[in-house]
């Protein structure tokens, strides 16, 4: 076929001017033919928000007769949505320490067999970077890392002696993405950072990525030099998760408008935010140089307990699955072709005397959403759920082009 298509261009090319001597690379030019010919590649990348394990999880998600913890049914309608993207994201705001007991609030120590879950429902990148990464210490911090890349997922924010990476870079599709992540810092303690309140020692701040507002000029240059070694490796997008903000506000602050704005002239194309622990907006900031970098402020409670009868606010039960189709064009283009967003409702009910826990995409019409529901009461708290979440993100100002979007209709269209 290659001998067939140099054939073709040096006719072509004779043919077009016979008495002219031509020079030229022979595969240069059939690589310029083929792409010419290639179609776009495009890719899916999902993320959510903040995945908490509280004290009534870890009772319901408890297996007397086998004696084990499984997560699996907290995804089960979910699953499907995640699984399907080429790359998916979250933020594990937990520890993994390896053995009991088994915490929450307000230091995180849950089982190993949560990430089994995180795995099965197709995560690939977990953030370990957030306000408890060092509740169980620089033990429960390493260990994490270990777990999670033991069990195939790739990690971002935090590393251990084995692991060292301040970024990383993956390429699906002949598109190359890199990530990473930070978290907000705490006031300092003497000379010592402090991670939530705790005290993290000198020889521990390397493995962690973090900034603290009070020194943010000098974190920023540091985030600035790790977009410059990824633009060396050539990345077509890069992506940066961050936990900021204040928790429980809808609305993001100064902080993590001024920490986007600065993000987006060094070149990051995409921003994802947790922490608030309540779904804040998507917006889109252009540079200086007219460059666009998607921002989601906050992704809001992927899996949690916080609901209005203890933390006293609605949102905390809400979150999105966000999805971001990359396109990368024959010529090597990369742009977001479309954003789109799944809302979600962590559905909590009792069956037998026994907390159940369900993530909900609340996509489904009323009909549908009152089987998997039950009660009224159940119904109307989930349609006020997804009313809260649409108003917030399609109403915000500038991104009116953001709807509810189912992504198996594309598959379904297709079949």
Known sequence: MKKIISIIIINIIIISNPFTVYSFDESALIKEFKKKFEKNKEIDIVAVGD???????????????????????????????IERADIALCNLETTLLGYEPYTSYPKFNSPDNLVDALKNSGFDIISTANNHSFDTKAIGMFRTVDVLLNKGLDVIGTRNDNYNKDYIIKEVKGVKVAFTSFTYETKKYGKNKTINGIVLPK????????????????????MEKIIKKMKKEKVDLIIFFFHWGNEYHNQPNEH????AKKLSSYGVDIILGSHPHVIQPITIIKNEFGKETAVVYSMGNFLSNQRYENVKNRSAEDGIVVDFKIIKSYKGEVSIKKISYIPTWVYKRYINGKRDYKILPL????????????????????????KNTTN???????????????PLEDIDDKQ
């Open 51 to 81: 995945i908490m394990v509280h004290g009534p999880q870890l009772r319901a998600q408890y297996d007397l007769k086998n004696k084990l913890y499984s997560f699996e049914d907290n995804f089960k309608y979910i699953k499907k949505y």
């Open 203 to 222: 020889k521990y701040e390397t493995y962690i990525n973090t900034f603290s507002y009070y020194n943010l000029e000098n974190d920023l240059k540091k």
């Open 256 to 259: 993590q408008k001024l920490i």
């Open 363 to 386: 996509i489904h019409n009323n009909n549908e959403l009152k089987k998997l529901v039950g009660e009224e009461a159940n119904l109307n708290r989930a349609l006020n759920s997804r």
């Open 392 to 406: 917030l993100i399609e109403y915000n100002k500038g991104i009116g082009q953001i709807k509810v979007y189912n």
